[in-house]
């Protein structure tokens, strides 16, 4: 029987299926480009409640627990980690929807799967379950405050135009409170509590089905763009090793014990792709590049995580 473990250990699979079975759609059928990207938004929505109900945020105390865990996650993923983002930047080609789509996936931790990788590669689940809440939430208010640092003025601009704020606000924030209220309601019974992991099982579907409908509907944009996205493979994979050594930087640093260090390069290697996705489907049509920026990124992220699985334990965090 298909466990929920063995679902998300295979999920870059059913990503790219998604993403060939999307672009031959769009390819075929271009004219259905506009209504495909418009049933994006409400599966993005439900996706992204389903994942914020299995990220812990009612128990943000716990993550108060281990200093030293807590001082290396904030400091790696909200200063370390944005300075080598600053650095890529000057390998990116030169195209504001690209280097935009960039800052909007590298700059900001994942939530949710690392929680599983970290899991599957022997690290301390305990203590990615009580950082995910404190990282969601400061993300949130660091995201605008780099990319004033890191943008021009003309990108800057367009990017608090009235449909990205409504975008945010519809589709983060909402799906945010109506997470934390389900939380909440399920921690009075047991029953609730089983209801709410079961919603457990949604995200890797939604997702499939979310990376289906905006390779559909961008599929012109990536065959037209496909030199440029090529020159970011290079980056996306050093920036996995060098976050993945820089992990190990600090656990030395700071004297964590290794499963506590492997749960550090989990969520270093690991970004918050589909949470900035609907910020880049807000943007204006010449930023279109940055939503596939931010997908392509998830697969080779996903396929990265295969690879972390070997080396994080074996070799980076050994026993």
Known sequence: MLSRSTLERYQVIAYLLAIAIGLLAGGLFPAGAGPLEAAVWPILGLLLYTTFTQVPLTRLRLALSSG?????????????IPLLVLGLLLLAPDDPAIRLGLLLVLLVPCTDWFITFSHLGGGDARHALAFSPVSLLLQLVLLPVYLWLFLDVEVSASLVQRNLLLAFSGLVLLPLLAAYATERWAERSPARERLVDSLGWFPVPLLALVVLLIAASQAAVVMASIGLLAQLLPIFVGFLVIAALLARLLARLLLLPTSQGRVLAFSFGT???FVVLPLALALPASFELAVVVIVMQSLVELLGMAAYLWWIPKHLFPD
């Open 68 to 80: 030293r865990f807590l001082a290396a996650a904030l400091l790696g993923n909200f200063l370390v």
């Open 271 to 273: 970004r918050n792709s």
